[in-house]
Structures are given as structure tokens and as C-alpha cells.
């Protein structure tokens, strides 16, 4: 199988972790919308593996030094380990290659600028090191920032439902084998979750978890801190009080916002002030926006927008959307200004 770095003139880009749902998604987004893009899967860890693209077994390499000498940009979608050798790698070279991390993996290395395209004009040039902002953050901050012009913003309040597939194909895996194994009445796989999850809403992990779930929320808030802080309204939108609740649902943020203004407010001046290319508002007569509608879908879907009964002035919203998609367009928009710079 040709290698695409064969290809002359086209804009080479490294995806680390390209065995992983979201590098699968980043693959695709990529190939969709970026012209002349080139993308080099290779596999999360120092090991390669087999896997499967097309109903056809392709071999993933491991990241080696040599590997990226052409590259362009690398994008990180796999471990940790291998987001650090990318990042040594790139380091060590004479001419840096931009580093796009959409795992959060090297975002307190010292080079690491957090950017959320889905907001803001993307700039490669802040830093070699472009950390992606979490989805959910970036879904947020965009909703608040498109209410505050509408209107000054007094305080939010928001639960956000985490889905199983941003712990990635093992945790998608526990939430089958949870589901299926409580209706034969098997034995519960606990490595991810370390908690029964199927047909259960957590609030926390377990604490044998990989990963822990208030880690989670206190990156969502630092991302949307940092986003809001470079927004420009009439007035700065307060930082909103977040709780994040892990769903048993494999694919799609879902969010419930409660916002308080200023002054009273209309159901469809909220809608008016929120749509656009990036958010598809739901009114009162259609159907209320869902994670699974939302699969595949690039923006959000606003919905289910009422003004709270005991408060004139505060609206409570439903918003989803889908969190491999929202981070795989936000890098096609970063490999996008990586191409025409290049041109």
C-alpha cells in the first residue's frame, strides 16, 4: 500500500492514535473537508497493530523521529504515551511541526495554547502546541457568548451528561458488556467506570477508575475560563456553575442550562440571539434536540428553550451535540489554516 506522503503537493499531517474512535473521525472529518490533505495513521503506543479501514487489515506503525520529517502538523488522538513521544519528537525537530492535541494529553507542557474554532478564527501561529478545547467546553462557551451579546448575562447553572464514548472504545465496550450481561445476568466488567453504569447515572467513578470524573468537570471549566476570557460582549459573561454527570449513553453531550439575565427575556429572542451556522435552534413545535439525532451532525442543536415559571428573567435551555464531531471539525479548521499557509 502506497504511503500518502507519495503525494506531491499535498499537506501532510501525522494522526497519532489513528486506531481510536476519535481518530477514525478525525480521518474522516479531515478527508471530507480538507483538500490535498495526507494523512499518515500511526498507532497510540510504541507498538504497531493491525487494525480494520474498509473492510480491509492495515498495519498502524508506531511513531518513530523519521516518521514526521515532512508532516506538516501532527494530530494527537490516542494515549498519553503517545502524545508525548509526538511531542519529543516534534520538539527535537529543526523546524517544528504543528502539534494539535484534541486529547488534552500535553496541555500543561509549556507551549500549549488551548483554541476553540468553533468560536474563534483559528491561529496557528499562537503556538506550535494547539490544545483543542474540550467539546463540551467549547459548546458552552459558545452558547453563553452568543447570549451575553443578546443580552447581559447575571449567572448560568449547568449539568452536563458525559458520554461513554469520550473514555473511547474501552468504555463503550464496558457500557455494551454492562448492558447485556445485566439482562443474562452476568458478571459486570467494572475497568473503566469501576461502577455499574447501564441503566445508571454516576456522579462520580468508582475508585479504582482510570480516569476521575471531577477531573473531567475541572477541565471543562478551565477550558470555558479560558475561552470566555478572549470573547468580546457588551458586558463579560460570568463563568457558569457546572456539574458533570456521566450518562449511560454511548455518543452526544447533552446539556441542561439554566441562565439568568439581566432583564426579562423572550423564548424566541433567545432563539433569534442563538442561531446560526453553528447552532440549529429547535422551536417550542418541533422536535426537541437529542444525543442520538446529533450523531454525525457538525454544531449544536438548541431546543426545549422555556422561561423558568418562578423567574421572568432566566430561560432554562437543552443543548447537544456531538462530541467526536465537534472536536474532529475543530481540527479540519486548524489543517485548513495549516494548508493555506502552506499555499
Known amino acids: 500500500m502506497a504511503s500518502p506522503h507519495s503525494k506531491s503537493g499535498a499537506l501532510r499531517i501525522a494522526l497519532v492514535g489513528g486506531e481510536t474512535l476519535l481518530g477514525r473521525e478525525l480521518q474522516e472529518v479531515l478527508e471530507r473537508r480538507v483538500k490535498g490533505v495526507a494523512i499518515t495513521g500511526y498507532a497510540s503506543s510504541g507498538e504497531g497493530n493491525f487494525q480494520e479501514q474498509e473492510g480491509e487489515a492495515i498495519y498502524l506503525e508506531p511513531l518513530e523521529a523519521q516518521s514526521i520529517r515532512d508532516d506538516r502538523g501532527i494530530l494527537i488522538a490516542g494515549t498519553s504515551e503517545g502524545a508525548l513521544k509526538a511531542y519529543g519528537f516534534a520538539k527535537a525537530a529543526n523546524e517544528h511541526p504543528s502539534l494539535i492535541d484534541c486529547t488534552g494529553h500535553l496541555e500543561n507542557q509549556p507551549e500549549a495554547r488551548i483554541v476553540a474554532p468553533l468560536l474563534e478564527e483559528p491561529d496557528v501561529n499562537a503556538s506550535w502546541v494547539l490544545i483543542i478545547a474540550q467539546p463540551a467546553a ?18 448560568s447553572v449547568v449539568e452536563i451528561f458525559e458520554p461513554a464514548s469520550e473514555r473511547g472504545k474501552k468504555g463503550l465496550s464496558e457500557l455494551h458488556q454492562q448492558t447485556t450481561g445485566l439482562l443474562s445476568f452476568k458478571t459486570l466488567e467494572k475497568k473503566v467506570f469501576d461502577a455499574q453504569l447501564s441503566f445508571n447515572m454516576l456522579s462520580q467513578y468508582g475508585e479504582e477508575a482510570p480516569v476521575n470524573l471531577s477531573a473531567v468537570e475541572q477541565r471543562i471549566e478551565k477550558h470555558i475560563a479560558t475561552i470566555l476570557s478572549r470573547q468580546s460582549t457588551a458586558s463579560p459573561v460570568p463563568m457558569p456553575s457546572l ?73 432554562w435551555l437543552w443543548i447537544v451535540g456531538d462530541n467526536l464531531r465537534l472536536t474532529a471539525d ?14
Open 330 to 343: 475543530a481540527a479540519a479548521d486548524l489543517v485548513s489554516t495549516l494548508g493555506m499557509k502552506q499555499a
Open 243 to 315: 456539574r458533570l454527570v456521566q450518562a449511560p449513553v454511548f455518543h452526544g453531550y447533552s446539556m441542561s442550562a439554566w441562565i439568568e439575565f439581566e432583564s426579562d427575556i423572550g423564548e424566541r429572542e433567545l432563539g433569534e440571539a442563538l442561531a446560526s451556522a453553528q447552532i440549529e435552534v429547535r422551536g417550542q413545535k418541533q422536535e426537541a434536540p437529542h444525543n442520538t439525532g446529533a450523531a454525525s451532525q457538525s454544531g449544536l442543536m438548541v431546543g426545549d428553550i422555556r422561561i423558568d415559571r418562578n423567574n421572568g428573567r432566566a430561560a
Open 138 to 155: 467549547s459548546a458552552l462557551a459558545l452558547v453563553l457568548t452568543k447570549l451575553g451579546r443578546y443580552r447581559p448575562i447575571r449567572r
